[in-house]
């Protein structure tokens, strides 16, 4: 009987692999790690760190996907009286409010920024430099990128008009993003998934698998290029320090200090999830965009400097704290010129197909991973059957 292997355990590979079950196909997922999750797993207790922001977008369509499934489980937001404790970092000073050009450019209609046009330069033209590079800088934190001012203006108004909604649309996984992660597990299990873990799949391993029908290749793009041999397959990401730090509890430490200064950003994750970090203690990650080539040391400087600003004598409190650079894993970014259409195609031809953050699918953050997923099954599925299936796009996709 043919089957649907799918490689690579993570968002995108969950979700294809639930997608081609859901559809009565024999499916095999493959990953190479002892547990399952990619970039979406939690550090194991007492402090439950996830690699970068964790958040689920209520307008995104992996929300209604995991709604109608039973797969959201408990959510966290962010308490009403905490909202007031997001700082930001403007000439050097904290302060309370952006300046207000930058709001004025996140009500801006994002369908009018232009594709071959730099941010920075667009958004100077609405709003004055000021608001302009204030916006470049605050979106650090859903970009993961040195310069977001440089890239395509349509792909960061989007993201800015998102990140700044109100209500806020981010809603957090209680537990982290292992426990969705982990339901996810349990839904293809139930659906008769066959789960290996600590297998690793290499280049010789693929004609035997396709063999016996198309194979979904869900890992992040390196990996991707490696396996299927295809040079082809590369697309800009970002580049981040990632430094966690827990720290005794202290009454009146900041919810957020985002740096308009330069990209950057500090949260308190314990403030929407006291279950992340032991009681008395919270847990706070710092993410610094880096340029290629920029040491990490340099980022480790930069975030002293914001925990110096935000948490006054955070030094004498730490009782934990872990540094990681992700580079190449923090999914795409789209230059001037071009859009998610340009990324690497997910009908790779001869039965491959391709899922995961930095392939052709719209979203935002993980919605990429999960819209790529969606597709990939879908094609798996009539390549099984022999019939072109429609591709689902998320409501609003042109």
């Given amino acids: 009987m043919q089957r649907i292997h799918v490689i690579g355990g993570g968002f995108a590979g969950l979700t294809a692999a639930i997608t081609a079950a859901e559809s009565r196909a024999q499916v095999t997922l493959h990953e190479a790690h002892h547990t399952l999750g990619g970039r979406a797993r939690t550090a194991e207790g007492p402090y439950l760190t996830n690699e970068g922001p964790h958040a689920l977008y209520r307008g995104g369509p992996h929300w209604t996907w995991l709604e109608q499934r039973g797969l959201l489980g408990a959510l966290a937001s962010v308490p009403p009286r905490e909202a007031t404790r997001f700082l930001f970092r403007r000439d050097g000073a904290l302060r309370r409010t952006p300046p207000l050009a930058m709001l004025r450019l996140a009500r801006r209609n994002p369908r009018k920024a232009p594709v071959d046009t730099d941010f920075l330069s667009w958004a100077t033209g609405q709003v004055g430099e000021e608001g302009a590079r204030a916006a470049a800088h605050y979106m650090g934190v859903a970009l ?15 993201r800015l008009r998102r990140a700044t909604a109100l209500p806020p649309e981010a809603r957090y996984p209680v537990g982290g993003w292992a426990q969705l992660i982990d339901r996810m597990a349990a839904r293809a299990w139930n659906l008769g998934v066959r789960i290996e873990t600590a297998v690793r799949i290499g280049p010789d391993d693929l004609p035997g698998l396709l063999r016996g029908g198309p194979v979904i290749v869900a890992t992040h793009l390196d990996s991707a290029r490696t396996l299927l041999k295809d040079p082809a397959l590369t ?104 859009t998610w259409r340009d990324r690497p195609a997910v009908d790779r031809g001869d039965g491959i197909l391709l899922a995961g953050d930095q392939v052709a699918a719209p979203g935002l953050l993980s919605e990429v991973a999960f819209n790529s997923g969606i ?16 591709v689902p796009r998320a409501a609003g996709t042109p």
């Fill in 375 to 390: 597709e990939a099954a879908v094609l798996a599925v009539g390549l099984l059957d022999g019939t072109e299936r429609d």
């Fill in 144 to 158: 993961f990128h040195h310069d977001p001012g440089s890239l395509s203006a349509a792909f960061v108004q989007e």
């Fill in 235 to 338: 697309w800009d990401s970002g580049r981040t320090a990632l430094l966690d730090l827990a720290l005794r509890t202290r009454p009146g430490d900041p919810f957020v200090v985002s740096d308009l200064d330069a990209p950057g950003w500090v949260e308190r994750f314990t403030t929407q999830d006291p279950t992340l970090a032991p009681s008395g203690e919270q847990l706070i990650q710092a993410q610094i965009p880096l340029a290629p080539g920029t040491p990490r040391a340099d980022a480790v400087r930069r975030a002293d400097d914001l925990l110096d600003l935000g948490f006054p004598g955070w030094r004498d409190r730490i009782t934990w704290r872990r540094e990681a650079l992700a580079a190449g894993r923090t999914g795409a970014v789209d230059k001037p010129g071009t």
